[in-house]
């Protein structure tokens, strides 16, 4: 590469100015556009020589950015969005430009210190012991593979040895995620335990699930997973009930709160999570309702030494990192090389201190909860579930799969809001999820009449 230049100057302070603008501004939703129309409007942008550091940016701010949904707006709320604090966010500008390894201790200890604390705040909310710790992974995805994988590890070290299959028990509103690392990535059967009429898995149901299998299948389970807030419903598993199952079978409890673990930190949902403090992991994505910026998922084990036993490398070239009794954040996840994703939700929590977030998690509550509130007093709409957190699924009456695509598209065409439709009990519907603190009751009362 070439020696840092005037043009790198010139460069760095324009990405700078860019980023100061982007976060201090409403950030317009933009629009996706298609393969053909980038080619057409950003071309060839790699050539032999290098377009330079203006042109590359001009295709950023003028081109390739606006084509890329701003999933911080405060109506955005499809999916589950993300609404990074701007400490979150121009922090993790600061962990680009520091070039820190986060994979080790040796490295990075610094880094590594700082994102524990902050995995640490995250274990007393959940009532984990005091031992518990993990790190950040790049989502809830590899935080739930991960899991499960030092699970069917520490079964078979417990067991000396394996069953023909090895089994989990989930329900039909368990993260995908889940689903795809036991079935396609690990190869293992899924048990899907009937939910109740919310589609929470309730500790009775596992009970009788497990109760109704053969002897071989039931002993070839070795985890269940709770969800601490479903994505579709946002509804919240029975842990405490599943977590005396759990114990009477000797399984790992793995308990997703990928977007809903963040209610622990509000008073006004706490007591939806009894049970939390009994999980053997538990993950939550701070880039989801913590207030971060992608990619970042708190991976926690109760056991640690479990974890490391699972996932720990072994190579000549990684025996300088292998030291006892230092923490090397790569120990605890499928992964090696790892950028300090956990640094940008760190300094943030702690410029504002852990009130602040409980503050503003209960924001978001009280914005869903009279949210719900519009739709249950609106005739047009109804409620799908009573929701649990601030995921809100309601239907628009008369409205079939088309009605729902046309009104999403002219919402995003006409720069309004994003909502996407999605299904329950076979029915076409859509959902508000709400992480972002800047959303307001209003907000939401401009979507729900516009479907009238
Ligand atoms: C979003 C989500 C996941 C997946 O997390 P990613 O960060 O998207 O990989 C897993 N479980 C639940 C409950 C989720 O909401």
Known sequence: MHRYTPADDRALRAIADYC?????????????????????LAGQTVTPGGIGPDEALRLWADVLGPACLSVDHP???????????????????????????????????????????????????????????????????????????????????????????WAVCVTEETHSSVKHALAVVMDVDVIEVPGDARGRMLGTALRDTVAALGDEARDSIFAVVAT?????????????????????????????????????????VRGL???????????????????????????????????????????????????????????FAIQLTRRARGLPFWFSLAVHGADAYRDAVEQTLTVARAGADLIRAAEHVQLLI??????????????DVDDYARWGSELLADQIAFVTPTRHDGRVCTRFAIVNPLTTVDDLALIIDSMR
Request: negative net charge.
């Open 20 to 40: 100061l603008d982007r976060l201090a501004m409403e950030a317009p939703l933009d629009r996706p556009l298609s393969p053909a129309e980038l080619e057409d």
């Open 75 to 165: 109506r955005y709320l499809s999916f589950i969005p993300s609404a990074p604090t701007k400490a979150a966010a121009s922090f993790d500008m600061l962990v680009g430009a520091s070039s820190v390894y986060g994979g080790s201790w040796l490295e990075g200890s610094g880094a590594v210190y700082a994102e524990n604390q902050a995995l640490r705040w995250i274990s007393d909310l959940a009532g984990l012991p005091a031992e518990a710790g993990g790190a950040f992974v790049q989502g809830g995805t590899i935080g739930n593979l991960s899991a499960l994988v030092a699970a069917r590890e520490s079964a078979s070290h417990k067991r000396g040895g394996r069953p023909r299959r």
């Open 228 to 268: 601490a807030g479903t994505t579709n419903l946002g509804v919240v598993d029975d842990i405490a009930g599943i977590a005396d199952v759990a114990d009477e079978h000797g399984w790992w409890l793995h308990v997703d709160g990928a977007y809903g673990g963040a209610g622990l930190a509000a008073p006004s």
């Open 273 to 331: 999570f009894a049970g939390v403090e009994r999980a053997d992991s538990f993950i939550v994505d701070p880039h989801k309702w913590l207030f971060a910026p992608f990619d970042s998922c708190a991976l926690i084990y109760r056991d640690p030494v479990q974890a490391r036993v699972a996932h720990t490398q072994h190579a000549s070239y990684l025996d300088p990192v292998t030291v006892e009794g230092e923490w090397n954040p790569s120990d």
């Open 386 to 399: 009573e929701p649990d957190l601030t995921v809100l699924l309601f239907e628009r009456i008369g409205w």
